[in-house]
């Protein structure tokens, strides 16, 4: 398994997510650093969560103009497959590898909590092919710009082709605010046309130890893994 | 020349800033006005004096990086120096 994490000036969930990949994969993923132009045939790229550049601009904007972009883009079109967590899903966005838009949570509150996904009937996708249409997860989301939307005829697109990897959902009776930022159709996370780019909200690598609460996205990420490498 | 971009989001698409804005005006008493959008604005200096070509490029700009044409309008505005 050849996994990297690219990190941006601001990022700062790549340890946790450099942790999470080694728990996994028995060794450190290679960093990648915004300013590479060189980079291996890897396995895996991860995008993690944070505030790359301050969030100036917009969120992921500048980051998603960044020398390393095209390392990634190349990376997908040999068939990498690639991962992005939260700002790391704003960037993905922002670069125009991921369709649609993330905007300011609906409530205009940074929100940082556990959230319940529930499995999309997906098309096929390694990050997805462990699971079945309805398995849960409990992960965490901690973001102020998760609101996903897009306009009527790509949210068709995207729910027709399978591509609604997670959506949030409601766990419990009193839970009653299950969507922790407005998206449309409580969309958690997207994925390319080939399946092989993720883009998610929810942070997998904070959940990775029965001391975080759980355990689900050490799950996630070690059925991704196994399935990308095959 | 100063280069001057406003930027504000498309119709439809929810700005919950504008909404809180809305809020406390009303609880101040204002009431003359609807549909509040916020905004941002950019202001770029540039040396050049021919106008179709800054604007050509301040376009250029908005489309590479300062909008994001998905969720956002923006309008370009040359002002001269005097």
Same mark, same amino acid.
């Given at each position: 398994m050849r996994a990297a994490v690219a990190i941006f000036p601001?990022? #700062?969930c790549d340890r946790d997510m450099i942790v999470a990949l080694k728990k996994i994969t028995g060794k450190s993923p290679l960093k990648l650093w915004h300013k590479d132009t060189e980079a291996p045939n890897l396995d895996l790229i991860v995008i993690p969560g944070g505030f790359s550049f301050?969030?100036?601009?917009?969120?992921g904007a500048l980051a998603a103009r960044s020398p390393i972009i095209k390392n990634i883009k190349n990376h997908i079109s040999r068939g990498g497959a690639l991962l992005g967590v939260c700002n790391g899903f704003q960037i993905l966005i922002e670069a125009n590898i991921l369709p649609g838009s993330l905007v300011r949570n609906k409530k205009l509150l940074f929100t940082c909590r556990e959230t319940t996904l529930e499995v999309q #009937?997906?098309?096929?996708s390694p990050f997805l092919s462990?699971?079945?249409?309805?398995d849960y997860l409990n992960i965490p989301v901690a973001h102020n710009e998760g609101n996903y939307i897009a306009n009527t005829e790509l949210l068709k697109e995207l729910e027709n082709d399978g591509r609604i990897a997670f959506k949030y959902k409601q766990n419990s009776e009193i839970e009653t605010d299950y969507n922790p930022n407005g998206s449309l159709h409580d969309i958690a996370g997207i994925l390319s046309k080939n399946g092989r780019v993720l883009g998610m909200m929810p942070h997998p690598e904070r959940s990775i130890n029965s001391l975080h609460g759980g355990t689900d996205g050490l799950k996630f990420l070690t059925k991704s893994i196994e399935e990308i490498v095959g | 020349m100063k280069v001057i971009v406003n930027i504000s989001l498309k119709e439809?698409?929810?700005d919950p800033e504008g909404q809180a804005i809305d809020n406390t005006l009303r609880n101040l008493g204002f009431n003359n006005f609807n549909n509040i959008r916020t905004g941002k604005q950019i202001i770029l200096n540039i040396d050049k004096v021919n106008d179709n070509e800054v604007l050509k490029e301040a376009d250029k700009m908005c489309q590479e990086l300062?909008?994001?044409?998905v969720i956002e309008n923006y309008h370009i505005n040359i002002i001269k120096d005097k």
């Open positions: 601001g990022s #700062n301050g969030d100036y601009l917009r969120c #009937n997906s098309l096929q462990s699971f079945n249409t309805g | 439809g698409v929810l300062l909008v994001n044409t």
